[in-house]
């Protein structure tokens, strides 16, 4: 390959391809006089104009063909040559474009260097994907904890919704059709082998214990493996309390990270044998962009006034589940404000995700830019790992060049093996990564071209797909807050002895004092005090699992007391037990300083009338 060494846009691009052919190319420039006396063929104009491909049996190719069949030769792609060669207008398309760019080399030059940087090296991913895998490792482990001192009251034998019982009927339900295996998959959990108690417990600190080795990179691809596993067995037994956005995400992400992980050596370091799959970063990257543009169209799409009238923030702060207290000065500032902050969430979740497939340098700005987004709702809300998790999946827009910058000298020279022989993957490797990826981007397509309401017969092989893997809830469709909630009502939960004398049980989380000041609890997530939230924007009868609480109470089943702040009867369980409404709003600046009261609140009616045990 001849080029002109004196163009600095030419020799960048030359240095990238040099990279990615495994030196099986020789670079010459065509300064060199060598080239002239071995070549003299080739007239001095042409190799100003464009490079030159000599191949072994004397074929020159110039321009577009040079490069896609040097590519091709040199074992980087051929799908260029193939394309080049046999679509329609391909060939004379790539020619205008290469003699556009020949032409006008220094204004591409800088073009390039905007987009991309000063290098065109072919970028790693040893280091993001170091540092991802520690991150959810992270993640996985605040996730099982957080459940392991919840899981007694939530599904425990005498908790709310006792997972011994969802898998008695789902026996009795299989038994009945007789489908083998096929349980497995509708119903993917260790529960089919045990839930008992110590089942369940025995999942939660078996997925922490991974989760630590993941992130010490110790058996890194199996304990990845075993999180995931464990993972959707508790989500699978959860029911309504293990059925959140986030609990979705994480398994989808770590899905993702069991074919990004390493499973060859017991201990990891930054640099490997081999690089993580183009699959892998494909599939991160696919993530990110779904998870923000689905939550931004499932707000446009969704007819809600506050979306559209860009009055949305004006409530968000103030309604949303778990507020913080620096979300309480956040409902605070004036209405052109929060306006304006709406119009910024559209263009974050709208418009900002399309980088994500942008050169180099933008797709690094899309990914501090929603970075920095997720940050601001985290300081405002506590939604337990969700945020979190997003912004270690943005990790995968960067590379490792651009990480190198920010992460410790000291600490890669540590990390780093002090000498890798760089194994290439092999074509049996590459084509299952490819077909793994295929499926999966097709399976999630799904869902994003479903909220536009396109379903093309074409799609049907996708949906089918989709189907079967929606048990493993590891290809999800996104999208929070599609309509804005614009009061707060707050459920009371009241005991009695009597009937005439009430006295509340106290939560630990969810707003009940107007004194107490929101505070921040993520990544724990209290997820009782979570589903209080839902549960009040609809009623008693519509939500089994309260009425289930309520009986628990009514027992005085002590796992199930456990989840609360207060209990009001702690000698005996109450006789009667009761829910009144409570329409809860912030307090504003001038109240709050006389009063203290972060919030006030006004009655709102009954949400369950007295129930006693037996009735």
Known sequence: MVFDGRCGFCRRWIDRARESTADTLDFVESQDPRVAAEFPEIPTADFASAVQLIEPDGRVSSGAAAVFRGLAAGGASTWPLRVYEHVPLAAPAAGVAYRLIARH????????????????????????????????????????????????????????????????AARAYFDGVNVGLERYRVLPTLGWISASDASLVAQCVGGAVAAAFVMAGVVEG???????????????????????????????????AIGASAWSSLRSRIVRTRAPSRAVVWLYRWLAFRLMFESGCVKLLSGDATWRHFTALTFHFETQPLPTWIGW????LPVWFQKGSCAGVFLIELAVPFLVFAPRRLRMIGGLVMAVFQVLILLTGNYTFFNYLTIAIFLWLADDAALRRVVPRGMIDRLSAPSVRRLRRSVVRRAAAAVVAAGL????????????GVRPAWLSPAVALARQLAPLRSVNGYGLFAVMTTTR????????????TWRAYGFKDKAGDVTARPRFIAPYQPRLDWQMWFAALGTARTTPWFLNFCERLLQGSPDVLALLASNPFPDHPPRYIRAEMDDYRFTDLATHHATGAWWTTTPAGEYLGAMTLGR
């Open 441 to 452: 981007t097709a399976a999630s397509s799904v869902s994003l071209l479903g909220i536009f």
């Open 489 to 500: 009502p707050e459920i009371r939960v009241e005991g009695s002895d009597d009937g005439v």
């Open 329 to 332: 000065y956040a409902h605070q």
């Open 222 to 256: 199996p304990c990845l493996a075993l999180c995931w596993l464990l993972y959707l067995s508790l989500a699978t037994l959860g029911q309504d309390f293990l059925g959140f956005q986030w609990d979705n995400l994480l398994l989808e992400a770590g899905l993702i």
């Open 105 to 168: 080399r220094p204004f591409f030059d800088r073009v390039t260097t905007e987009l991309w940087g000063h290098h065109l090296e072919r970028p790693s991913y040893d280091l993001v994907r170091w540092l991802f895998l520690r991150a959810l490792g992270l993640v996985y482990l605040v996730a099982f904890l957080s459940l392991l001192v919840q899981v007694h009251g939530l599904i425990g034998s005498r908790g709310i919704l006792p997972a011994g019982n969802l898998m008695d």
